[in-house]
């Protein structure tokens, strides 16, 4: 921190001062602990942890410092076993449970750290709904990315109400489209006072509990309550609603599961149109396509003509609309991020789907399309300023500008391999310490296209993404 103080290291200070303010004597250890030499996301997550479990009982911290497996005080590759000695303390009969689970002895990624901490959260919010999580199968023998999923998207709902949904069929064995439905709940648990949570647990189609049937509809309901209250309950009578299922083998992706659910009939063609969207971004990406599940609902939510949870749902207005189907589908790639990175590259997909289904080559971007600011540095500036975009479509068309004169001043190789880094970067959020504020967007395309380019590609790449976002 010597150098200078960056946004994530100024949180990290924050939290530091908070556990000394309380303990000078504990906080202080802590501040001394070999974990905090070099600022890692792990090493500011423990220390989330290490605040819950002040603030759920102040008495519990003292006596994690003194555990036996952390005498010699929390190094970066003991952080898990600082976590899993609090979930100890925490919890002495289920503790155990955890630290001797395959996958922790098999070495710890960081999607199942995420869902270690996710258990802590847990065991301080409910040792009731720890107890049935406990007892999971799917617990017991490691976790995947979806499971891990359905977790943490857990400690966002009401505890009794998160117990319930626990104990329901579909989350007995987890499948992708029941993690897309527990994150629709989650959604729906923070809109309107919790209003449409109730309402769906309360339906009486789900008296039983949902079913994996049912979590495919399940998981299209999330923001309903805002765009189409009615939807919430339509969508869940069995005599309106219609839902159907394929099966494809993408290239890369292996098995993935395509479902379109819509009220009363619709287009004949929605599904052939998802299955050849998601066919065709893959095959440019050259990276599998992220989801294992996406499902989509066909209803009209005017406004706007569709949007997309990257979680693995998207909802398009219009059912037989291939250039909408092609970008929401695109965000499962481009999730949320910089808005004009996630809209320029999916506006991008979406073109390259559209002219490879007609047989026409891409077009290039012509100026003007954004008539309220000229570069896209003007346009963050004004966004900075004054809180609202200087036009809706201003992320649309200046993003995926950038990304059209790049692809034809690169060529086709060398422009996919930049735009694959790209995802890949903003996927994993490789630069987070580095690309920070409102800079972060164009420090991530830099790295992509430039630092980390071949030097021919990036004596091109560099001018070319200083004009578009400078002017």
Known sequence: MQDSVSEEEHFLIAKIYELVEWDAVAGGRIVAMPFLDTLEPRDNSLLNSLLELKRYRADLLPHLLRHGDLIGGIADENRVTAILASLEILFPEYGALFRSSAWIEDGVTDFEFGSILSLHRLAIGSQDLIRLLAL??????????????????????????????????????????????????????????????????????????????????????????????????????????????????????????????????????????????????????????????????????????????????????????????????????????????????ATFLEDVAVNRRDGVPLTPYYRGECPSADSIQAYEQFYERTGTPPDGNCPYSLGSGLFKDLYFSLGDDAFRQGFRRLYLATRDRSYRGECVGRTAGICYVGAAFVKNAPPEAAAIAGPIIHRWYYG
């Open 136 to 345: 999971k199968p799917w617990v017991q023998d490691g976790l995947t990315r979806v499971e891990t999923y359905v977790i943490a998207h857990l400690t966002g709902v009401n505890p009794t109400q998160a117990a319930n949904i626990l104990g329901m069929p579909f989350l007995e064995h987890i499948h992708d489209a029941d993690a897309a439905a527990v994150g629709s709940l989650t959604y729906l648990s923070g809109t309107a006072g919790n209003y449409y949570l109730q309402e769906v647990l309360l339906h009486p189609t789900l008296r039983g509990g949902i079913t994996d049937e049912l979590a495919h509809v399940v998981a299209v309901l999330h923001n309903m309550g805002e765009f189409r209250p009615d939807l919430v309950v339509a969508l869940l009578d069995p005599e309106q609603v219609r839902v159907e299922r394929r099966t494809v083998r993408l290239p890369l992706g292996g098995e993935t599961i395509l479902a379109v659910v819509r009220i009363g009939p619709g287009s004949q063609n929605t599904m052939e149109l998802l299955e050849q969207a998601v066919r065709s971004h893959e095959e440019f990406m050259g990276e599998a396509y992220p989801k294992r599940y996406l499902g989509t609902l066909a209803a009209d939510i005017s406004p706007v003509g569709g949007v997309a949870y990257p979680k693995g749902t998207i909802t398009i207005g219009r059912d037989n609309d291939y250039r909408l189907i092609a970008h929401e589908s695109a965000h499962m790639y481009w999730g949320p991020f910089v808005a004009w990175i996630a809209e320029g590259a």
